[in-house]
């Protein structure tokens, strides 16, 4: 049982004054003062509760037997910093309570003037066990879910190639007006890994950079083919934050895009595709525009035949994107994406 100060034996603290008991007694935190050497001189019944131990256990340096070993150097060096720059201090460490179980609290103390002379610290402890083991859990679930994310995206990537394999291998065996076919296929295989790799490779996978994400995915993109061939410029005027949901569709837009281009341009020729950005208010929907052409003699519309425009507007559906236009310098491609929730 914890022992009670505000009994009629026991003595008042000395340099406690009437004032300061009257307030600590009935308060609910766990309350402290110390000398200008450093000295526990008062706790208040809160803190006995806590402790259960006799007040006379608790003063001077007594109450440090109950800091958890691991956290006493590095809570002793605060308060040493502190008193040396006669300095507020906040400290977090383990506190051992009546019935042996360690709980974290939450240290904060202040300086004592009286006629502009030192006379020790005063400060509160606060529970906060509940907070730490919930941002425990939050941190052992955030490996956990970057662990699966892992091993989804292994597994994603492995498979695809796989697929890009096998459409190799079937478009080789095929007769040659089929081959075409195949070419394009694989490349959308490979543009969809593209855009996998780049949405798993983004700092933060909950709320993905638009601007950083299409500048790597534009980049990705340009090495599916020889070098030069493909040409993906990205501009930005506006930054924004995406949801993954959100930017595997526009990923996967921009990566139909430039798959269309390459088949309607002639392989001597480079496919360009431009991003635009557009500045906006802040309430204004982010808007993204996108233009293919060709480039180089011999030039082919780079505008997506059928099948393009039937993709695009299935990823657009998935993410609630708004998509109108083709792509083309005459009718670019336009698309709003959905306010962030």
């Known amino acids: 049982m914890a022992a009670d100060i505000s009994s009629p034996e026991a003595a008042p603290p000395t340099g406690v004054s009437a004032a300061f008991r009257l307030f600590a007694d009935g308060a609910p935190l766990l309350i402290w003062r110390t000398d200008p050497q450093a000295r526990c001189i008062y706790v208040n019944p809160a803190w006995l509760a806590f402790r259960g131990r006799p007040v006379a256990d608790e003063l001077g340096s007594g109450w440090k037997d109950g800091i958890h070993p691991e956290d006493r150097d590095g809570h002793e060096a605060v308060l040493a910093a502190a008193h040396a720059d006669r300095s ?25 003037y009286e006629g502009g002379a030192f006379q020790g610290y005063c400060g509160s402890c606060f529970d906060i066990t509940d907070r730490r083991r919930a941002e425990e859990h939050a941190a052992h679930a955030a490996v956990e879910k970057e662990a699966l994310l892992a091993e989804v995206y292994h597994r994603v990537r492995n498979n695809l190639q796989v697929m890009v394999s096998l459409i190799g291998l079937y478009g080789r065996a095929a007769p040659g007006e089929c081959r075409p076919a195949f070419d394009a296929l694989g490349q959308r295989v490979r543009a969809i890994a593209l855009v996998q790799q780049h949405l798993h490779e983004a700092p933060a996978i909950a709320s993905i950079d638009l601007a950083e994400y299409l500048e790597r995915l534009g980049h990705g993109l340009s090495q599916m083919r020889r070098a030069g061939r493909i040409v993906v410029d990205v501009a930005v005027e506006r930054t924004a934050l995406l949801q993954p949901r959100t930017a595997n569709a526009l990923g996967m837009i921009l ?14 020729a480079t496919c360009f595709t431009s991003v635009l950005i557009p500045a906006g208010a802040p309430e204004e929907p982010i808007r993204v525009r996108i233009i293919a ?40 491609l336009e698309l709003h994406l959905p306010e962030p929730p």
């Open 88 to 112: 507020s201090f906040t400290a977090e460490y383990r506190l051992r309570r009546h019935d042996g179980d360690f709980r974290w609290m939450l240290g904060q103390g202040a300086p004592l």
């Open 255 to 268: 990566a139909e895009v430039v798959a269309e281009g390459l088949d309607a341009t002639p392989e001597t």
């Open 293 to 332: 052409s060709g480039i180089g003699s011999g030039l082919v519309s780079a505008a997506p035949p059928k099948l393009g425009p039937r993709l695009i507007a299935a990823y657009a559906g998935q993410a609630e994107i708004t998509a109108t236009g083709e792509a083309t310098p005459e009718s670019p």
